[in-house]
């Protein structure tokens, strides 16, 4: 079977692709049972889909590799596409923008312009080989010859909705290296003399978290687990073991403890049952600030620096990106086409670019489909 082009996965970069390309130019290859599963389930349901703050220093990934592709298509055009599609984004969160209502107002909106695109739903891709101009995809179900593949796999995170490693297997393939794989926007779990935060599951409070030279700011939620909320999947983007450091009081004035006569519990700015869990860690009793001696203040400002080594993370299935994947350093940026292999393109997670928390990695995956499309429309 004979196909222009064959796009591996059928998410948000796949779909972005699909709907920017000619039509019945296309085959998309998915392993779910349907499209954009991944879509559906974001933001809890309404997908984060930008950030009106933009800029590569909000991605791990070579930076000026980031920069480019992004500077391509902004959240600005992206904002204006979707307006063109009668979807008006809400700004929620300060700087993210979500759907207005659901996640599938944007899907939508991709399965009706890449309605014209063949899709092969519930296949996997065992192999791709180029002899010539063509390439050969062998499927589990059949075997299809292409000019162009373009790989949008997505990476390894939420096994349960398909994710699976054939993006990086292709790559490599292909002589391309892929940069170590891990969770990415993800939960810490904790040692044995971190165990207390268990007991405080369901608890948050903002914080400042430093770790590999970066500052990570946000809200912290204790979980069952060990430590989740925004903060810590930001910071799970940087760690790969040792320490650690938490600020659970930024910016907090020391000086107005020994001034007042209420409880410590009430005096800092912490949720209380956090603030009395530390001072267990302590050894300190609930006084108040007056009757607080020097070395208790002491051992109290260990909050703004308090420093433990994450046991690991909640893993793939609670991640919701995957850090590292294919080695930007032979990919074009210009057009997403691997340097080694002409016609080969790679898009979206499968690389190694991710993004924060708040936008940034959907904005990746289209702004990477669309300089995609602009070098694919030259060839159609």
Sequence with gaps: MKNEIVIIGGGASALMLASLLPKNSITIIESHTKLGAKILISGGGKCNITNRVMGSEYYV???????????????????????????????????????PHSSKELLDIFLK?????????????LSVSKKGDLFTVVTDKRKLSATYVVVASGGLSFPKLGASAVGYEVAQSFGHMIRRTSPGLVGFTVQKEQ???????????EVEIRV????????????HKGLSGPAVLDA????????????????????SIQKSKKQLSSLLPL???????????????????????????????????YSFAPAGTFGYAKAEVT????????????????????G??????????????????????FSSAYVCAKSLEKYL
């Design 236 to 255: 799970s983007l940087y760690w790969e073991k040792g320490k650690i450091e938490i600020d659970f009081v930024p910016n907090f004035d020391w000086r």
């Design 61 to 99: 990934g070579e930076s000026k590799f980031v920069q480019r592709v992004l500077r391509a298509f902004n959240e600005k055009a992206l904002l204006k596409w979707l307006g063109f599609h009668n979807l008006k984004p809400l700004l929620r969160k300060e700087n993210q923008y979500f759907c």
């Design 195 to 205: 165990f207390f935060f268990k007991e405080l599951s369901g608890i948050s409070t």
């Design 344 to 365: 080969l393109y790679f898009t979206g997670e499968v690389l190694d670019v991710t993004g924060h928390l708040g936008g940034y990695n959907f904005q990746w995956a």
């Design 271 to 305: 949720p209380k049952r956090v603030t009395k869990a530390f001072l267990v860690q302590f050894n300190l009793d609930d006084k108040s600030g007056v009757k607080v001696t020097t070395d208790e203040l002491l051992l109290l400002k260990q909050l703004n620096h």
């Design 323 to 342: 850090k590292g994947g294919v080695s930007t350093e032979d990919v074009e940026c210009s057009t997403m086409m691997s340097k080694k292999i002409n």
């Design 113 to 125: 312009e890449s309605r014209s695109q063949k899709v092969l739903l519930h296949e996997k891709v």
């Design 212 to 223: 590999a030279g970066k500052s990570c700011n946000g809200s912290l939620l204790f979980a």
